[in-house]
């Protein structure tokens, strides 16, 4: 069965500290998808970035660049030189033919960026 | 501007009522899903729908109710039965089941029982 496991709960840090948002995943697939999504205050999940299994090149997004190693079944998550309004609570999810193609979320790390 | 939108966003009820919480969306999405989210988890699927007139249980269905008349509205119904229906729920939708691309989501409802 897939699984995602966000082993940070809460992690706080002061403006400008760079911070890295770990996700680890298991899945039987061989084709698979890996998201991060946002939750700010307000609720709703922001879309962050989606990666197929195939595709281990790491991408970066102005300050946010991610890390894909299957070799380790990671997909992390760095925020560069964070900033107050990146606090929020980041999921990690996946999805494939294992789950039927629903979206399997880990718990969330809550980012807390201090001024 | 095409999105999702779910009502209400703050809703009280007692013990015993059912509630009905709203979702709409306006992307012409084939797929709608209900999550409910607990502090400090992760996102649990109710239910969700991959056409009109059909949805599956999703992986916590017990003491809730779907319907799906409309392509463009998905209802949730929180039932007497649901044993503890105090959270924050969330709707979403994609394109289509199985096509693995992203999903877009409303701002949730928070639904407290008193």
């Known amino acids: 069965a897939q699984k995602v496991t966000q082993a940070q709960t809460e992690i706080s840090v002061v403006e400008k500290e760079d911070v890295t948002l770990d996700c680890v995943y298991e899945?039987?697939?061989?084709?698979?998808?890996l998201f991060w999504y946002k939750q700010p205050p307000s609720g709703e999940l922001v879309f962050l970035i989606r990666?197929?299994?195939?595709?281990?090149q790491n991408e970066i997004s102005g300050r946010y660049s991610w890390n894909f190693q299957k070799s380790t079944s990671s997909f992390n998550f760095t925020i560069t030189a964070s900033q107050v309004v990146d606090s929020a609570v980041y999921f990690c999810?996946?999805?494939?033919?294992?789950?039927?193609?629903?979206?399997?979320f880990g718990s969330g790390t809550r980012l807390l960026v201090r001024p | 501007d095409g999105g999702i939108t779910q009502s209400p966003k703050y809703l009280f009820r007692k013990e015993g009522q059912n509630v009905t919480l709203s979702c709409e969306q306006n992307?012409?999405?084939?797929?709608m899903y209900w999550y409910r989210q607990d502090p400090g988890q992760g996102l649990r699927l109710i239910y969700y729908?991959?056409?009109?007139?059909?949805?599956q249980k999703g992986d916590i269905a017990e003491g809730y109710s779907v319907s799906r008349e409309k392509k463009e509205s998905f209802p949730l119904t929180v039932t007497s039965a649901q044993k503890n229906p105090t959270a924050f729920y969330l709707c979403?939708?994609?394109?289509?089941?199985?096509?693995?691309?992203?999903?877009?989501f409303g701002e949730g409802s928070r639904l407290t029982v008193l």
């Open positions: 999810a996946l999805t494939g033919m294992d789950s039927s193609y629903k979206l399997i």
């Open positions: 899945t039987r697939d061989t084709t698979y998808y």
């Open positions: 990666r197929n299994s195939f595709d281990e």
């Open positions: 992307l012409n999405h084939d797929a």
């Open positions: 729908s991959q056409i009109v007139n059909d949805f």
């Open positions: 979403a939708s994609n394109v289509a089941q199985g096509s693995a691309g992203e999903l877009f």
